[in-house]
């Protein structure tokens, strides 16, 4: 059972909308990551956390923003959707000895 | 060029078939290489971890490393339809990936094994 949580699974959301995707781990991991990855297509770091108060952009641009207030939990939020925002995200953490995964929000824009 | 490459695929093979997936990279400082799975409209999840050059099984799976010519691969032996998913290669200059952590990921090959 994964100790890493995403929420919703799927969001169809109108153009303009401000969302929020959740991500929380049970597990006390500081590293936390958000990846993007289209159907078929490869991981891209879009946001990267070491800890409380950290957040980094990763090697994807992406006009998402993130935050760390808490250890277990890191929100990433769009302020205005698009259509080419439709993807599916996906957050991660580790202790150091890989990652583990949440089953991943997938996001379409209409 | 992209620090790591992997035979996209897909590969379709019948059940029972001997698989062989497939990455090379380009970062001499690899020392830790990981295999993640990933079934449809879910999260990779950790297969197979190694450390440095040589092999490491554990039941079908058999995980191989050649640093010398930067070289790794996943076999599947008696490979089942549940083994059906896309496999994701992650080489790494240590366990949680690099300093801060990151890791790089191949793009994936689809594996399907059909009954």
């Known amino acids: 059972e994964a100790d890493i949580y995403q929420t919703p699974r799927y969001l169809v959301i109108g153009t303009g909308k401000k969302i929020t995707l959740e991500c929380s781990q049970t597990m006390g991991h500081d590293k936390m990551y958000w990846y993007q990855q289209d159907p078929g297509m490869e991981l891209h770091l879009i946001h990267y956390s070491y800890g409380v108060n950290s957040t980094e952009k990763g090697d994807l641009s992406s006009e998402s923003t993130v935050s760390r207030i808490r250890t277990e939990h890191f929100p990433l939020t769009l302020e205005s959707a698009r259509p080419s925002h439709t993807s599916q995200y996906l957050c991660a953490s580790t202790s150091g000895y890989g990652y583990t995964f949440g089953s991943g929000t997938r996001l379409t824009v209409v | 060029q992209k620090e790591v490459e992997q035979d996209p695929g897909p590969l379709s093979v019948p059940e029972g078939a001997i698989v062989s997936l497939n990455c090379t990279y380009s970062n001499s400082a690899f020392q830790y290489f990981m295999w993640y799975r990933q079934y449809s409209r879910k999260g990779p999840e950790l297969l197979m971890y190694?450390?440095?050059?040589g092999n490491k099984e554990d039941g079908r799976f058999t995980a191989q490393v050649d640093k010398s010519s930067k070289y790794i691969s996943l076999f599947i032996r008696d490979s089942q339809p549940s083994d059906s998913a896309t496999y994701l290669c992650?080489?790494?200059?240590?366990?949680?990936?690099?300093?801060?952590?990151?890791?790089?990921f191949g793009q994936g090959t689809i594996l399907t094994v059909h009954p």
């Open positions: 190694t450390y440095s050059s």
């Open positions: 992650a080489p790494s200059t240590n366990a949680g990936g690099t300093s801060y952590g990151k890791l790089t």
